[in-house]
């Protein structure tokens, strides 16, 4: 609907900060010796609690982008701003406050510590950040994601549906404003995957806390506010539920 | 006439103190057995064992089996069973006369702990497991080596010549240039030889020299003939000529004739001549040439005799540098004596025929063979 | 699929991948390798060093005739006019230092007239010149190696004086294994004052009858107390005795080959587990299990290979070293000796390359079957498999404590053929054990710790400990390692430091004499240079001088095997001397029994030797006697391995007249100043080149021995320590390798750069940690097993236990800082990876 190089309000008027806000952002890096631009001039603001998917091809720049929205790195050119902060602006150090303060990840293998248990995965990012009360923040987000009982088991005794779970309750235990998912029910069946969009709805909506999701699921996408199409790094298409 | 050791060892002596020692002059008083023994007032002193054996079925043998003692010094030394006051020099030589092989061997020692020496006592006169052993008049040689040996046992068949007159072998002109030399000229000889291992039981005639003195050779000599002749008709002969620089004869060669009852006369150089027939024989080892068949006369015996070598090679070349290269070997006698024909067996000495023996003075200096080695 | 492009495939390309590892496993191997190799070359050419410095000039002889304090001259004589063809070489023995370099060469005395005729040493000295000189005592003949000139003087230290000698001749010594000094035999009677008597006489005998049969011809023409051996007899000799010291060195040396293994275990066991599903793909298409294994295996050999080959040239060098440290204690303990040339035989490099080859093989057998027995169905499984998850902790404790029993019990047998068989057996169940409890073990202490852990040290103490559990064979693997080498380095410490302080403890006894005196000649130990005993008469009679004990040595032979006769003045001293006795009588019972009477004392290594007891008796070789004597108690004694056997100086003297001294003791009197004392002791010895101790010095210079002999001990387990913390560096690169995608992570969820590198030195600092446990543990109950199995059986020595816990603290603490700078590379590594990259790998 709008040109993938424009400045493009994708929230309801009237929330006037963006969490993440990317201006022309572009990132490239060599592949045998052969620069690819993997991000290519992609302008876009998210506000709080919305729910953005982005959809497109392997390779099209997704997981790229969802790095840059989540002060993993740094754009070629352009300006990433989370929550106001330019990223381009911090040093390593800073990103990492950044990334502990505002930001969650979730990934499509769950990537749980193997040897950490249910408990000690969710509240690891509290404990790496120093942050205090970890062990009752966790016990309260694994209550929110129906998983109090399974607190002390390893992560290889869950479903792929509850590890799923257990790795949201650990990417929102800091609440961060932004949370990222790449690929969230890349590895789970349709039932599950559903039950985990819909638990990302509800995050959207009942915490305002902004999710940008690459996705190739149909499903996922009409799940989310916002439907980002990408190709070779450009936005295509914005489509607005 | 056996001076090897003299020009050996008295010119490697630095200072050799002949006033520590005494000299042959005429006047001296013989007693046997002590003369059989050590005189070590004398700086020389051998004794000398030659003779031709033969097994029952005619495999014939020579030997030599010699002892000498050269003083080192007479100083007072610290006290110790390895001071050297005497060398003590031993040849040992087998001639396989019928094997047409020649064997020897020589050895060096000090006394030491009874390693070699001269004892009256024992009547023992050893080099090692070289060795004399007086019994009475009888004489036990016992010679060890690593390839032959011999065990013989000798018994004298007359008493003891003095050669000389006075008492004294005048050697060259001077008082004191004169050796005390006593002769057996004719012991039994009966034992076994070893060779390579094999036993040898066998029988001959000896002759045992046995001469002590102190520098007994003068200027000019550079080399000697020396005979021992022992005749079929019981009598002996011992003739030796000193050669000078110039080719002629010294006029102290000399010689002793052995009657058969054991009376000797004493033969000046004019009463006999030794001439070589032109026969020789070249040393591979040290290129000399010595003659070894000879013309002997002795006008006053009405003697004429050839004199020749069954074994060629009975050179004693020696590897170490102290003795000298001579020839020293079993030889045999055929000629008439009055018109009768006669033959006899001896030994013959040859030296100075590789090059000339420094006689007389003593050397500063070592050899020039011992540093040729 | 050729087992060729397999190799290449699963093995060659992923090593050349990461460098830096497989240079690390192969140095690990390489250290190994030339640890063994070098006390290997360093034995031989040490011991080689007796050959050459008493066995010189020998010409081709056959047979040697000794005798206890020397043979006298006559004996010289009558074997010189034996009725067989041999030749005879006397000779006389003995060390003389070149005052201007200090240098320690040995003398040889010989027969130089008698000899001179002999082929087989014509090339030393000519009797010429000997005989040109007879009255002269001051001629000598210099090996050229000595770069002396014939004509000049030289000046040589003998006993306990100092003289110019003329240099007769000088004469090649490169057949003869080094500088030496040769003297006619008369000459070398009266300077080193042995007049009468020769060291030994050396015999070519004829090549029939047989060896045996002149051995016992000769012995029968000869005096009782003399012996008749085959030329070498004391180079055997001096190698069965040093055969413990050796052996013990040797077995030490395999330690650091024994942790190269354990390194090689993990190597091969990380390159199984990463390669899990390359193994599925290359089985799913057809690759059967031997190939998996052969390629497997062939990973470790050629690790053992380059290893080996690098450890042959590192072996080479160090060897070297070794040597350096060897000799002075072969030096100080056993025998004089000089080092010998390092030979590398290509036998010993066989052999190296063999164990290194070997060594390798065997460690990779356990991972390289695991990857034998992958499933074509395991190339499809998805997802990073666990290092190793199948550990059978509870099997395992089970068979370690079973092990445990078997080592325990293994230290009860006595030693066979000498050795302590049992007593290595019983280290090695003792290690296996400590490396099959390890799991358990590790796996007990790091969960009941981890929330502990995560107190103090923050979050990467939990991760870090949880992250060990999770790869708990990984973990265990280099704990083993590592705690071998610690438990190496705390039992030998712990047996060098009780050894120390018992024999301080006995030197407080023993070392009452104020003074000591002796020869400035050589100082080994089986060297008993004299001083004049007149000189100790005058001693005696000075003001102040309470008591003067007069000690005389000899060397001699017991049954085969070398010992030190000696003889003490026990009347002069029974006041003053403190000896311990086994069976716990005082002193001067003993010292009563020993006066007037055909008896001895023995120390504890000679009875362990020899299995004697008090009470026994036992036939002396004197002179040329043989006599008979009673042991009257059996002593205490840490000065010589070999042993003592000491009598009443009257005794000895009624055997063997020579009465002077090989050391004095004095005791000042009570109210006269030590300082006074001295100064009139050194009036009195003044033109002899005599040392005096003070007590002090004294102890101070047997502790400086004592130290100086264990110094080779310290830098085999230095380097046991090396290879164990080089192989924790590479391990830990594995382990940053393996592990990065969760540091990915980590770094997604938050953590900072200094999080990981300090999580990285956490997990290095855990193994350290946990190796520092089980090794301390291990290497006490190791150190039982050295102190009272191993050293009691191979040396006869008594040890009272003794904590040295200065060191120990000092040296445990000193490799767990080393294991967490192991980890400071790795941990640059893993800061540098970069986490989207490492966190979207599949």
Redo the contacts between chains.
């Keep these: 609907m709008n040109s993938a190089t424009g400045r493009v309000p994708l929230t309801p008027v009237g929330q006037n900060h963006p969490v993440a806000s990317l201006d022309r952002v572009s990132k490239e890096y060599r592949s045998a010796g052969q620069p690819v631009r993997a991000v290519d001039g992609v302008s876009l603001e998210i506000f709080p609690g919305s729910f953005v998917a982005l959809v497109g091809r392997s390779g099209c720049g997704k997981s790229t982008l969802l790095n840059l929205a989540g002060a993993m790195d740094f754009p070629t050119s352009g300006e990433v701003r989370l929550d106001g902060v330019a990223t381009s602006s911090l040093d390593d150090a800073g990103l990492t406050r950044l990334r502990r303060e505002k930001v969650g990840f979730i990934f499509q293998s769950f990537q749980l510590l193997p040897t950490l248990s249910v408990i000690e995965n969710v509240e690891l990012p509290l404990l790496l950040a120093g942050a205090p009360g970890a062990r009752e923040a966790a016990k309260l987000r694994l209550d929110w994601v129906e998983l109090e009982s399974y607190a002390a088991r390893l992560p290889h005794q869950l479903s792929g549906g509850q590890m799923q779970r257990v790795a949201i309750a650990r990417a929102l235990v800091h609440e961060p404003k932004l949370l990222l998912a790449d690929e969230p029910t890349g590895n789970l069946d349709t039932v599950t995957g559903n039950l985990i969009l819909a638990l990302l709805r509800r995050i959207a909506t009942e915490q305002n806390t902004a999710i940008l999701m690459a996705t190739h699921s149909s499903e996922a996408a009409a799940l989310s506010d916002v439907v980002v199409h990408m190709r070779d790094g450009r936005i295509e298409q914005i489509l607005q539920h | 006439m056996r001076n090897k050791l003299v020009w050996l ?1 008295s010119c ?3 200072n050799p103190l002949v006033m520590q020692y005494r000299s042959a002059v005429p006047g001296y008083h013989y007693e046997f057995p002590r003369d059989n023994f050590n005189h070590p007032d004398f700086q020389t002193e051998w004794w000398y064992y030659t003779g031709n054996l033969r097994t029952a079925d005619g495999h014939e043998f020579g030997f030599e089996l010699t002892f000498f003692r050269e003083a ?2 007479r ?1 007072a ?9 005497d ?1 003590f020099v031993a040849h040992l030589a087998l001639s396989d006369i019928s094997g047409g092989k020649f064997y020897h061997r ?5 006394p ?5 020496g001269v004892n009256a006592e024992t009547g023992r006169i ?1 080099n ?2 070289w ?1 004399i052993d007086w019994k009475g008049n009888a004489q036990n040689l ?1 010679a ?3 390839q032959f ?1 011999l065990q013989l046992a000798l018994e004298s068949q007359k008493p003891p010549v003095i050669h000389g007159i006075d008492g004294i072998s005048q050697k060259s002109a001077g008082a004191g240039h004169a050796s005390h030399y006593i002769s057996l000229t004719r012991l039994t000889a009966n034992g076994d030889i070893d060779l390579g291992g094999k036993k040898f039981a066998v029988a001959g005639t000896a002759w045992m020299d046995h001469e002590f003195f102190t520098q007994q050779l003068g200027g000019g000599q550079v080399g000697w003939d020396w005979f021992s002749l022992q005749l079929d008709d019981h009598t002996e002969l011992m003739l030796f000529r000193l050669r000078l620089k110039d080719g002629s004869i010294d006029p102290f060669s000399s010689g002793t004739y052995i009657d058969a009852a054991g009376q000797a006369t004493h033969l000046a150089q004019k009463d006999f001549s030794l001439h070589p027939l032109g026969d020789t024989w070249k040393s591979d080892s040290t290129h000399a040439m010595y003659p070894i068949r000879w013309r002997v006369t002795v006008p006053s015996l009405k003697l004429i005799a050839d004199v020749a070598t069954p074994l060629r090679q009975q050179e004693l070349a020696g590897n ?3 003795s000298p290269n001579y020839w020293e070997g079993a030889i045999r006698l055929t000629g008439t004596r009055d018109t009768a024909p006669i033959a006899g067996v001896g030994y013959l000495e040859m030296t100075g025929y590789d090059r000339p023996v420094p006689l007389g003075q003593p050397l500063a200096e ?1 050899l020039p063979g ?1 540093s040729n080695r | 699929m050729s087992r060729l492009t397999l190799f290449y495939r699963l093995i060659l390309r992923p090593l050349f991948r990461e460098p830096l590892r497989t240079a690390l496993t192969v140095l690990a191997v390489a250290l190994g390798v030339a640890v063994v190799l070098a006390i290997d070359l360093a034995g031989n050419a040490a011991a080689g060093s007796f050959r050459s410095s008493i066995e010189t000039l020998m010409g081709d002889s056959d047979l040697e005739v000794t005798a206890t304090g020397g043979l006298p001259d006559a004996v010289v004589g009558t074997l010189a006019t034996l009725p067989y063809a041999i030749r005879v070489r006397p000779r006389i023995q003995d060390f003389v230092t070149v005052v201007a370099t200090g240098q320690t060469v040995p003398l040889i005395a010989i027969d130089l007239i008698g000899e001179s005729a002999d082929q087989q040493i014509i090339t030393v000295a000519s009797g010429e010149e000997a005989l040109k000189y007879p009255g002269n005592l001051d001629g000598v003949w210099l090996g050229s190696s000595l770069n002396a000139k014939a004509g000049s003087t030289i000046r040589l230290l003998i006993n306990d004086h100092v003289r110019d000698y003329t240099v007769r001749g000088v004469f090649d010594d490169s057949a003869e294994g080094g500088a030496i000094v040769v003297m006619d035999i008369a000459v070398a009677q009266n300077e080193l004052g042995r007049t009468g008597r020769v060291d030994s006489v050396l015999l070519k005998v004829p090549d029939s009858p047989p060896l045996a049969e002149w051995q016992s011809r000769l012995s029968g023409a000869l005096p009782a107390g003399a012996m008749v051996r085959p030329v070498g007899s004391r180079t055997s000799e001096n190698q069965r005795m040093l055969a413990a010291f050796r052996w013990n060195l040797r077995v030490l040396s395999y330690v650091a080959l024994l942790v190269g293994g354990f390194l090689i275990y993990n190597t091969i066991s990380v390159s199984v587990v990463r390669r899990r599903p390359e193994i599925g793909i290359v089985r799913a298409l057809g690759a059967s299990r031997r190939s998996v294994l052969a390629a497997f295996l062939a990973e470790a050999a050629c690790f053992g290979f380059a290893g080996a080959v690098l450890g042959c040239a590192l072996g080479r060098v160090l060897a070297t070293g070794a040597l350096k440290l060897l000799s002075a204690t072969v030096q100080a303990l056993y025998v004089s000796s000089r080092p010998g040339a390092i030979e590398l035989t290509p036998a010993s490099l066989v052999i190296a390359l063999l164990i290194g080859v070997g060594m390798s093989v065997i460690a990779a057998l356990p991972p390289a079957s695991e990857a034998a027995r992958v499933s074509p169905m395991e190339a499809m499984s998805r997802g990073q498999r666990e290092y190793a998850t199948r550990v059978h902790q509870g099997r395992d404790m089970l068979i370690a404590l079973g092990l445990a029993a078997g080592g325990i019990i293994c230290a009860v047998p006595p030693a066979i053929a000498g050795k302590p068989l049992f007593g290595y057996l019983s280290a090695i169940l003792l290690i296996a054990a400590s490396a099959l409890a390890i799991p358990a073990v590790a796996d007990g202490l790091l969960h009941t710790s981890a929330h502990g852990l995560q107190k103090i040290i923050g979050v990467e103490g939990l991760l870090a400990s949880r992250s060990l559990i999770g790869s708990l064979r990984r973990t265990s693997v280099l704990v083993g390692a590592l705690s071998t080498a610690i438990a190496m380095m705390t039992s030998v410490g712990i047996m060098v430091g009780s050894f120390r302080q018992t024999v301080t403890t006995w030197m407080n006894d023993q070392l009452q004499a104020d003074l000591y005196l002796r020869p400035a000649g050589n100082p080994a130990s089986d060297q008993h240079p004299t001083i004049p005993n007149e000189l100790a008469d005058q001693l005696a009679k000075l003001p102040g001088v309470a008591g003067l004990d007069r000690f005389r040595a000899y060397e001699f032979s017991y049954e085969g095997l070398p010992a030190t006769l000696g003889a003490a003045d026990f009347h002069a001293v029974q006041p003053f001397r403190k000896s311990a006795f086994l069976s716990g009588r005082s002193a001067s019972d003993v010292y009563s029994d020993l006066q007037g009477n055909d008896a001895v004392v023995v120390s504890e290594p000679f009875a362990h030797k020899h299995h004697l007891r008090r009470g026994d008796s036992i036939t002396l070789p004197l002179g040329d006697r043989r006599v008979p004597f009673h042991i009257v108690d059996v002593s205490y004694d840490y000065a010589s391995e070999a042993g003592y056997v000491v009598m009443d100086r009257a005794t000895l003297l009624q055997y063997l007249p020579d009465p002077d001294p090989s050391n004095l003791a004095i005791y000042v009197a009570p109210g006269f100043d030590l300082e006074t004392v001295r100064a009139e002791v050194q009036k009195t010895i003044a033109g002899h080149d005599i040392l005096i101790f003070s007590n002090r010095n004294l102890r101070a210079e047997a502790i400086r021995i004592f130290d100086r002999t264990f110094v080779i001990t310290y830098a085999l387990e230095a380097i046991s320590i090396v290879v164990a913390v080089m192989g924790i560096a590479g391990a830990l690169l594995a382990l940053v390798v393996d592990r990065r995608r969760e540091f990915g992570l980590l770094r997604f969820l938050g953590a900072a750069t200094s999080q990981i590198r300090k999580l990285i030195l956490v997990e290095a600092g855990l193994i350290g940690l946990l190796a520092n446990l089980v090794g301390f543990v291990l290497g006490l109950a190791l150190s039982f097993i050295l102190i009272y199995v191993i050293n009691k059986q191979s040396f006869g020595w008594t040890i009272q236990f003794h904590w040295p816990a200065a060191i120990l603290v000092s040296s445990l603490a000193g490799v767990f800082l080393a294991t967490i700078l192991a980890g400071l590379y790795p941990a640059r590594i893993a800061i540098r990876l970069n986490p989207i990259e490492v966190v979207h790998e599949e």
């Excluded at chain 2, 030394?77 to 006051?85: E, F, G, L, N, T």
């Excluded at chain 2, 020589?106 to 000090?110: A, I, M």
């Excluded at chain 2, 030491?112 to 070699?116: L, V, Y």
């Design positions: 060892v490697l002596l630095l080192l010094t100083e030394q610290k006290a110790s069973d390895w001071s050297a006051p060398a020589e050895r060096l020692n000090r030491g702990p009874g390693i070699a050893w090692g497991n060795q016992r060890i080596s690593d040996g170490t540098g102290w070592p011992s």
